[in-house]
């Protein structure tokens, strides 16, 4: 392990969180609220320690996949922590374990809450709480690299260890181009659903607050009512259009870019994400019919907006889908667990890992009808390594044992089993809502600190998609190869 190098660079995203806490920061100098002191008690500690643990640069830069594992994983932990500070200092959020239920929830992009007054919150903490969602929607580790001058050449492994999906690669040469790329994409599609929505008489705070919770896949309101409160539709036509902008995998918006459209047109994640998206919408939509006086614009709206938040593990709500059919309800908890497509900022187990172990599953059934058959596994025209089946096969058995686990461990709670079960998938999926009392309307306030513990391990797994967080925990990790 090269601890040098580890400490450098946590000392690099500790100066980089400090930055990013300066907007908040500014909101409050604009508000004149009560955010301000409680904001420069953590960035200013948060600054000085960055800046000295990056004094001095270490002679050994290499850094490779266990270091990228357990930099990524003390990285999230860390700014999780120091971001709740604000909410406890200021008394917002009093208790340290719901403080951190809270910011861990924004960071992981989760959008689970346990506020039920969240336009009570000061303004600029209001901003911050969305803002979270914002930063780790792309990853703070990936903004690090966008930004400071790459500390090693092997700084792909720290990007592999943070980006969703079953694989990362680079769009260019560099890893810290390609960073920059990602982000300048996720700058101008952020920037322009603000300005949509300020077009519909949205007031700017919530513009910038929506569009941050939009890009980041979270959703975190800043309205008790959630987007309903605003009662308009061009606003949830716009954030059901940048909610599956926001789903797709980056890599095709570069390509975008660079005029290779065929490679776009043929790519079969985003087909395949569309085509689930449309059948689940017509489905509930005829289910949901009655509910709605028989009116099919009614239910579409309504089906179009929540399917889009639950593919898209946004989790915003216009409509209480907990009182929708179980028809319904069920379609939509199969959308959860598949989520978006790779290398966006959905949550979920992604398009792209479902096909692979799908194939993989269709392909295995052929073997053992004729055991001399050659049988392998293609995605977008090209062959899945068998090592790569073996990673998304050992990915999905510890997903299910850790859902599994945490639902037994819920359990013990106060809820049913329908809470229990839906509160690990929709935190270890970063979907946010779930079913019964913390469905689209309601929160997890009610749970007890060793419940909001499980959830918030869950949220931390399922953002880092499993192994970061388990490897940086094993004493294996830290003993010397």
Same mark, same amino acid.
């Given at each position: 392990?090269?601890?040098?190098?580890?400490?450098?660079?946590?000392?690099? $995203?500790?100066?980089?969180?400090?930055?990013?806490?300066?907007?908040?920061?500014?909101?409050?100098?604009?508000?004149?609220?009560?955010?301000?002191?409680?904001?420069?008690?953590?960035?200013?500690?948060?600054?000085?320690?960055?800046?000295?643990?990056?004094?001095?640069?270490?002679?050994?830069?290499?850094?490779?996949?266990?270091?990228?594992?357990?930099?990524?994983?003390?990285?999230?932990?860390?700014?999780?922590?120091?971001?709740?500070?604000?909410?406890?200092?200021?008394?917002?959020?009093?208790?340290?374990?719901?403080?951190?239920?809270?910011?861990?929830?924004?960071?992981?992009?989760?959008?689970?809450?346990?506020?039920?007054?969240?336009?009570?919150?000061?303004?600029?903490?209001?901003?911050?709480?969305?803002?979270?969602?914002?930063?780790?929607?792309?990853?703070?580790?990936?903004?690090?690299?966008?930004?400071?001058?790459?500390?090693?050449?092997?700084?792909?492994?720290?990007?592999?260890?943070?980006?969703?999906?079953?694989?990362?690669?680079?769009? %260019?040469?560099?890893?810290?181009?390609?960073?920059?790329?990602?982000?300048? $994409?996720?700058?101008?599609?952020?920037?322009?659903?603000?300005?949509?929505?300020?077009?519909?008489?949205?007031?700017?705070?919530?513009?910038?607050?929506?569009?941050?919770?939009?890009?980041?896949?979270?959703?975190?309101?800043?309205?008790?009512?959630?987007?309903?409160?605003?009662?308009?539709?061009?606003?949830? %036509?716009?954030?059901?259009?940048?909610?599956?902008?926001?789903?797709?995998?980056?890599?095709?918006?570069?390509?975008?870019?660079?005029?290779?459209?065929?490679?776009?047109?043929?790519?079969?994640?985003?087909?395949?994400?569309?085509?689930?998206?449309?059948?689940?919408?017509?489905?509930?939509?005829?289910?949901?019919?009655?509910?709605?006086?028989?009116?099919?614009?009614?239910?579409?709206?309504?089906?179009?907006?929540?399917?889009?938040?639950?593919?898209?593990?946004?989790?915003?709500?216009?409509?209480?889908?907990?009182?929708?059919?179980?028809?319904?309800?069920?379609?939509?908890?199969?959308?959860?667990?598949?989520?978006?497509?790779?290398?966006?900022?959905?949550?979920?187990?992604? %398009?792209?890992?479902?096909?692979?172990?799908?194939?993989?599953?269709?392909?295995?059934?052929?073997?053992?009808?004729?055991?001399?058959?050659?049988?392998?596994?293609?995605?977008?025209?090209?062959?899945?390594?068998?090592?790569?089946?073996?990673?998304?096969?050992?990915?999905?058995?510890?997903?299910?044992?850790?859902?599994?686990?945490?639902?037994?461990?819920?359990?013990?709670?106060?809820?049913?089993?329908?809470?229990?079960?839906?509160?690990?998938?929709?935190?270890?999926?970063?979907?946010?809502?779930?079913?019964?009392?913390?469905?689209?309307?309601?929160? &997890?306030?009610?749970?007890?600190?060793?419940?909001?513990?499980?959830?918030?391990?869950?949220?931390?797994?399922?953002?880092?998609?499993?192994?970061?967080?388990?490897?940086? &925990?094993?004493?294996?990790?830290?003993?010397?190869?």
């Amino acid at each position: 392990m090269n601890y040098q190098m580890m400490r450098y660079v946590l000392g690099q $995203i500790f100066k980089v969180g400090a930055a990013l806490m300066f907007f908040p920061l500014m909101v409050s100098l604009y508000y004149r609220d009560e955010g301000m002191v409680p904001l420069l008690v953590v960035l200013l500690p948060l600054l000085f320690a960055g800046y000295g643990m990056t004094a001095k640069k270490p002679t050994k830069q290499n850094i490779y996949a266990r270091e990228g594992f357990v930099i990524v994983a003390f990285a999230w932990i860390l700014l999780s922590v120091f971001g709740a500070l604000p909410f406890v200092i200021s008394g917002a959020i009093p208790n340290f374990v719901d403080a951190l239920f809270e910011t861990v929830s924004g960071f992981t992009t989760t959008g689970s809450t346990l506020l039920t007054d969240i336009e009570g919150l000061p303004m600029s903490l209001l901003m911050w709480r969305s803002f979270t969602h914002w930063i780790g929607g792309m990853g703070v580790l990936v903004f690090a690299l966008a930004l400071l001058p790459s500390g090693s050449a092997q700084s792909m492994y720290i990007m592999r260890a943070e980006v969703p999906g079953p694989s990362v690669g680079k769009l %260019v040469a560099k890893t810290q181009l390609t960073a920059r790329i990602l982000y300048e $994409i996720y700058v101008f599609f952020t920037a322009l659903e603000a300005v949509l929505l300020r077009c519909t008489g949205m007031r700017w705070f919530d513009c910038l607050a929506n569009a941050f919770a939009t890009a980041g896949t979270g959703g975190f309101a800043v309205l008790n009512d959630g987007i309903g409160g605003y009662r308009n539709v061009w606003v949830e %036509v716009i954030i059901t259009v940048f909610m599956l902008i926001f789903s797709i995998n980056f890599n095709l918006f570069y390509m975008l870019l660079i005029k290779q459209f065929a490679e776009v047109l043929h790519n079969v994640e985003i087909k395949v994400f569309f085509i689930i998206y449309t059948t689940a919408t017509l489905l509930i939509t005829q289910n949901i019919m009655h509910l709605y006086h028989g009116s099919f614009w009614h239910a579409f709206r309504y089906a179009g907006f929540t399917v889009a938040s639950l593919c898209s593990s946004t989790g915003f709500g216009t409509a209480d889908y907990t009182l929708w059919p179980a028809f319904s309800q069920t379609i939509l908890i199969l959308l959860m667990f598949c989520g978006a497509c790779a290398g966006s900022t959905g949550g979920g187990l992604k %398009v792209a890992r479902v096909m692979i172990l799908c194939k993989s599953g269709v392909s295995e059934i052929r073997r053992q009808l004729n055991p001399k058959l050659v049988s392998t596994v293609k995605l977008e025209g090209q062959v899945v390594e068998n090592e790569q089946i073996r990673t998304q096969g050992a990915f999905f058995i510890l997903y299910m044992i850790i859902l599994l686990v945490s639902t037994l461990l819920l359990s013990m709670d106060r809820y049913g089993f329908d809470v229990s079960f839906s509160a690990a998938l929709t935190a270890l999926n970063n979907m946010g809502p779930g079913l019964g009392a913390i469905g689209p309307y309601g929160n &997890f306030a009610d749970f007890t600190p060793f419940s909001k513990l499980v959830i918030i391990f869950d949220m931390l797994v399922g953002r880092l998609e499993i192994f970061p967080v388990l490897i940086a &925990f094993m004493p294996r990790t830290w003993k010397k190869a």
